[in-house]
């Protein structure tokens, strides 16, 4: 069944159903659904059809490339994801959850840009390696004095055990 057969039958108007299918460039059912709650409240434009195919796209399509989703934007903190995944990521380590599509593409790293990312995380990690060694190294000292405490009363209560028996 296709994405139109399916919105009809959740009970959208076909007229709407088209015109969300026009408006998202057909990419699908979720991005449809989308549309159609976004601008549920909106009348629907009378020359919707022409608009499209006035863009050159024989009424398919949105218009040029620039109007469709290349990346998705964090409304909270504005961090640009390249895809879904990266930004559902970002939501559960952040606990942000407003997100919205961007027609920013992402372009791809150089070499030089890779290195120097690549650099800058190897020096945070040994950095977070330094501090851990020092917290571990505190921890041992703290525990070796509770030992030791804990040896001396030990032997302190045998001592008096033996003068009371």
Known sequence: MGDRETLLEMGFAP????WALHATN??????????LEAHQDEPMP????E???GAGTNGDATGTDDTKAKSIR??????????????????DKSGH???????EEIKPLTE?????????????MQEKR????????EERRANELIRRKAGQDAGKAREELERKG
Do not use: I
């Open 15 to 18: 007229e709407r159903v088209d």
């Open 112 to 124: 030089e840009e890779k290195k120097q990312r690549l650099s800058e995380l190897r020096a945070k």
């Open 74 to 91: 964090c409304g909270m903190c504005g961090k640009v994801f390249r895809d879904m995944d990266l930004a559902m990521y970002h939501a």
């Open 46 to 49: 009378e020359n919707w059809k």
């Open 97 to 103: 959850d407003d997100f919205e599509e961007s027609a």
């Open 130 to 137: 330094a501090k851990q060694a020092t917290q571990d190294a």
């Open 26 to 35: 057909a990419s699908g059912l979720q991005a449809a659904l989308d549309h």
């Open 51 to 53: 608009a499209f195919a």
